[in-house]
């Protein structure tokens, strides 16, 4: 009973750190990306660090350093994808969709996690849709091999941790390393190339520091939602969590002044009603 409870508070509590913790690029639209992930990264660094102390759980598991430096692996690709694709919405909506889909059929196969099948497919099939409801005629999809490849990255990179039995708390702090050196080293490598330093000023960089300290605490929540004893497991856990396209478009609407017209409020209402529906099958597949 306690993991089931818990399985729910990390579902809700990852859809909103995801959802939330990019809102400083909106805000501060040109603040590198670069810029932001790498300074995110020490963020959420500090927060590790803090758990870390408090739990006792300071370690350098190579499994959580290698999976830490897989996830930026599939952040590079997606922010390449946004400037190399020309299409930031789209971008994320094809990562999305394949990480959501990567991740199902891992955790229905690789795992044997048990889901009733004729909930969980049109669960699935009802959040792609509302994913894409929003970005209208897709173009092309074949050629964007970027954020296809960063979906399947992101849809993959807890896999090791799922195979190595260890704890979350054992994982977290190790994952962190991971992304840090990582975000680093590739923010080093894009200003070396460039020739010339990226512009950070403080306010934006404090604001990115932050958000990456919620974005641990949803890292935090991905172990809760996904746990072998929990409610949903990783098949159903992990594509739920991609509910936080819902807050972020939210936060567009109501912050930003975004979709303001009636034929996008409606697209973006009906996009919402469909995902929510996917993510009721979802769980029901689970009861």
Not at 17 to 36: D, Q, R, V
Not at 112 to 120: I, Q, R, W
Request: glycine share 10%; charged share 10%; aromatic share 14%.
């Amino acid at each position: 009973m306690a993991s089931s409870v818990l399985s729910i508070i990390g579902v809700l509590m990852g859809i909103f750190a995801f959802g939330t913790y990019m809102i400083p690029l909106k805000k501060y639209p040109h603040y590198s990306s670069w810029a932001f992930i790498a300074v995110m990264s020490l963020g959420a660094l500090l927060c590790s660090s803090v758990i870390a102390t408090v739990t006792g759980q300071f370690n350098l598991q190579p499994v959580g350093v290698a999976c830490g430096l897989l996830w930026v692996v599939g952040g590079a690709l997606c922010f390449w994808a946004v400037q190399a694709e020309a299409d930031l919405a789209g971008a994320g909506l094809r990562s999305m969709s394949v990480s959501i889909l990567l991740s199902f059929i891992t955790g229905v196969t690789l795992f044997a996690e048990h889901t009733l099948l004729y909930f969980s497919i049109p669960a699935i099939v009802c959040m792609l849709v509302g994913i894409w409801i929003p970005a209208g005629k897709m173009q092309h999809i074949w050629k964007n091999w970027r954020s296809l490849l960063s979906g399947a990255v992101f849809g993959s990179y807890l896999i090791p941790y799922k195979l190595s039995n260890l704890g979350d708390m054992e994982f977290l702090f190790p994952f962190s390393v991971g992304v840090c050196i990582g975000s680093i080293v590739l923010f080093l490598l894009i200003t070396l190339k460039r020739g010339k330093r990226f512009d950070m000023p403080l306010v934006p960089s404090l604001f990115a520091f932050f958000a990456g300290s919620l974005w641990m605490l949803g890292t935090l929540a991905i172990f809760w939602a996904i746990a072998d004893d929990g409610l949903f497991g990783y098949a159903v856990g992990y594509p739920l969590l991609q509910l936080n396209l819902v807050v972020n478009q939210l936060w567009g609407v109501f912050a930003f002044g975004e979709y303001a017209t009636r034929r996008e409020r409606i697209k973006l209402a009906t996009s919402t009603v469909v995902i929510l529906a996917g993510a009721v099958l979802l769980t029901l597949s689970k009861m």
